[in-house]
């Protein structure tokens, strides 16, 4: 089952497009960044993850509308993915 | 930079200036900037009518404003506050703090009145009382212009109010630049009450530094250290509106003066891509490579700066007009004017509350005030300035309650009488709103934002930086107190040095912070400052700024608490539903809260604590 990924923030200017469609049954984030980095661009796993293999701070990912916690997080058949930058904050300024 | 004066200013007739070398011990224990201001007016200026002359207003340089590097073009703008009645200060950044340590001057106090409208010129050791009739009724970026032409001066930095600061609308900023804005509790009003329009001020003379080559080596490395962390790279690229898209997504960017859930899909239209169609490229303030803000244009309309994240979610979200033109041209006309956006556009969402509820009529409102309704929002931003229609009533700000009925009170969302208003994240990231309770300013989230706790951080992560335990799930209450305490102290020095939030432990851990400080004092001023006396000089600070609130009667436990809203109504929809302030949580943070400031259990500082710290 394919899944979409919709991008917002400084991955989208990396990658040059707002919208990726991944090929296959990602079950965690961490899946899901390797196959959109093995289909799209090698750049995507570099960036969204840190030197320990987890989502890098300075990201946030988003399944089905609620934050994902870590690359084992779960994707779930037919949820869209979400991913933005991320700074603290979002809250006054 | 060795030696720094404070100069003295007093505008009414027939009274003489003077000034003063600031004593080292200041430095030594207050830092500079918001910390000398705090000094200054605890020990000399005791509380007075905010609107009355004897209101000092107080120019405060940071102890490295005008280095290069750290974002250093802050200063500070102090004086008891004629919106919230207590304790105003505001942090502003542009060009204005270094050009008068240029001067020659650190601190800048004003008293008095003048009778007619002057400006204030500062050109090295003169400082001249000038004419400003002409100039009053203009708006802040026409003052800057005109007085540019005037002087034949392109370089010339000037501090200027609105047409909202000399009619006193309590929300009252005074800007420099398109934007930048000394913006939250009223010191433009301070200002207008002073018949003060403008302070323009152009020096000549150097920044002289004890270590000059080590301290350029120095603040380079710093800065291409900083340069490669992919936040500060996402931040110069999308300035804070890059915040929108995790804020709505996240579910804590309300609607409706908190009443409402998120805007889901629709508050997508406004994520930070939607501002390139109108962007010229990103600006900076002195002394700043990540040039966080945005220039913008809207075809055949002004060019500005801005719009932050806060105008998106203070009036795109809380108003539910999801239009970016809506928000630039909220912006741009709010600091024409000379006023905070936050308050003001809070105000607008207090009215349309009011109205929804029918606590005022048509007529007191003189139109509908609809949900959505962009454009009767932008009506309402020009009757405040100009305090025209129901613009008068909401001009008073938190004093607007006086003049209306007894139920619009809950609605307004408040912490000493300062405006709080639709916080996004307010009931849901809690050491946030924690933060709020407490914050020596009233509600405002400047004094101590943690917000670290976002990240989703590992929980050892969060230990060491804060040497104790603190939960990395922003919906626990673990820890916070320790949170807030931390980043109280941490932003008291910064602000003090004259630096940027964004370039401290604020949008990430791993940013500057004591270490490099002391680095760099050392450097600078051949100090031998330890981590340790920079950490007390911020709880000096801080514990000055909480005595000041027990002198104006807002110092105790009673007065730390958040708005009802918060604490009673659950957030009604999306990914945070349910989320609320729990009171018993509340109170368990308060104790711990005091303990780790020394204070005692209603919130007093001990007199152990005062003693230690030195503060007289
Ligand atoms: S990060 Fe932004 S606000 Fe801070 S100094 Fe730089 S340009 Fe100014």
Redesign the interface.
């Given at each position: 089952m394919p899944v979409r990924v919709r991008l917002f923030g400084r991955l989208r200017g990396i990658v040059g497009c707002d919208e990726l469609v991944v090929q296959g049954s990602p079950a965690t984030v961490g899946e899901l960044v390797r196959l959109l980095a093995q289909q799209y661009d090698t750049r995507i796993q570099k960036e969204l993850l840190d030197e320990g293999g987890d989502i890098d701070h300075s990201y946030a990912v988003f399944i089905g509308g609620q934050r994902a916690g870590g690359t084992d997080s779960a994707v779930q058949e037919g949820q869209e993915v979400t991913i933005t930058s991320m700074i603290a904050g979002g809250f006054g300024c | 930079m060795l030696t720094r004066k404070i100069a003295y200013v007093d505008l009414s007739p027939d009274v003489s200036g003077r000034t003063e070398t600031v004593p080292p011990e200041w430095r030594r224990r207050y830092v500079g900037a918001r910390g000398v201001n705090m000094h200054l007016l605890y020990s000399r200026y005791p509380p007075v009518d905010p609107l009355s002359p004897d209101n000092p207003l107080i120019f405060g340089c940071g102890l490295l404003t005008g280095l290069p590097g750290f974002g250093s073009g802050r200063m500070n703008v102090t004086a008891y506050s004629p919106a919230s009645g207590n304790l105003g200060d505001s942090n502003v950044g542009g060009h204005f703090g270094p050009e008068l340590r240029f001067a020659g001057y650190d601190h800048l106090v004003i008293t008095g009145q003048s009778p007619r409208p002057v400006y204030l010129l500062i050109q090295d050791d003169r400082i001249e009382i000038r004419d400003a009739s002409r100039l009053w009724g203009q708006t802040t970026l026409e003052t800057q212009q005109m007085l540019r032409h005037e002087l034949n001066d392109d370089r010339l930095r000037v501090l200027t109010i609105g047409p909202a600061g000399e009619r006193l609308v309590r929300m009252a900023s005074i800007i420099t630049g398109p934007k930048d804005a000394a913006g939250r509790f009223g010191m433009g009003a301070v200002m207008g009450s002073k018949n003060l329009k403008a302070v323009a001020v152009r020096g000549s003379q150097d920044l002289t530094v004890a270590h000059p080559r080590e301290l350029l080596d120095y603040g380079r490395e710093q800065l291409d250290a900083l340069w490669r962390?992919?936040?500060v790279?996402?931040?110069g690229?999308?300035g804070?509106p890059?915040?929108?898209?995790?804020?709505n997504?996240?579910?804590?960017?309300l609607t409706r003066n908190d009443q409402a859930g998120p805007l889901g899909e629709r508050g997508r239209s406004m994520?930070?891509?939607s501002l390139e169609p109108y962007s010229l490229g990103m600006a900076s303030c002195f002394g700043c490579t990540v040039h966080c803000r945005h220039r913008h244009e809207i075809k055949g309309g002004p060019r500005g700066e801005g719009p932050?994240?806060?105008v998106f979610?203070w009036g795109a979200a809380n108003l539910d007009v999801p239009d970016t033109e809506f928000v630039i041209r909220a912006n741009d006309l709010v600091n024409a004017y000379g006023m905070d956006v936050?308050d003001t556009l809070v105000m607008i969402g207090f009215a349309f509350e009011l109205y929804q509820r029918g606590i005022i009529s048509r007529s007191t409102a003189g139109g509908p005030l609809e949900w959505g309704d962009g454009e009767t929002a932008l009506a309402l931003i020009h009757q405040i300035a100009r305090r025209e229609g129901i613009g008068d009533i909401l001009a008073e700000g938190s004093y607007a309650l006086a003049k209306l009925p007894r139920e619009a009170g809950p609605y307004l969302l408040r912490v000493k009488n300062a405006i709080v208003g639709p916080?996004?994240?307010?009931r849901v990231?809690k050491s946030?709103a924690l933060g709020h309770s407490v914050a020596t300013i009233g509600g405002h989230?400047?004094r101590n934002?943690p917000?670290?706790d976002?990240?989703?951080?590992p929980p050892q992560v969060l230990a060491d930086l804060y040497e104790g335990p603190a939960s990395s799930d922003y919906r626990s209450y673990e820890g916070k107190a320790r949170m807030v305490w931390w980043h109280e102290l941490l932003y008291a020095v910064c602000d003090s040095l004259g630096f940027c939030r964004f370039q401290t432990v604020?949008?990430?851990p791993h940013a500057p912070q004591y270490p490099q400080y002391q680095r760099l004092i050392q450097l600078a001023l051949d100090w031998d400052m330890s981590v340790e006396e920079l950490r007390e000089a911020g709880e000096r600070i801080y514990t000055t700024e909480r005595l000041l609130l027990g002198r104006l009667g807002v110092g105790t436990r009673e007065h730390d608490t958040l708005p009802q809203r918060w604490l009673e109504e659950p957030v009604a929809g999306?990914?945070c539903q349910g989320e609320v302030i729990d009171q018993a949580q509340l109170d368990r943070f308060l104790d711990q809260y005091y303990a780790l400031h020394g204070w005692d259990n209603n919130g007093q500082p001990r007199p152990d604590t005062v003693k230690a710290l030195g503060i007289a």
């Open positions: - | 962390r992919k936040w790279q996402a931040l690229r999308q804070t890059l915040l929108i898209a995790p804020a997504e996240g579910g804590w960017l994520y930070a891509e932050e994240y806060s979610g936050m916080a996004p994240g307010g990231v946030f989230l400047h934002r917000g670290i976002v990240l989703g951080l604020f949008n990430s999306g990914p």
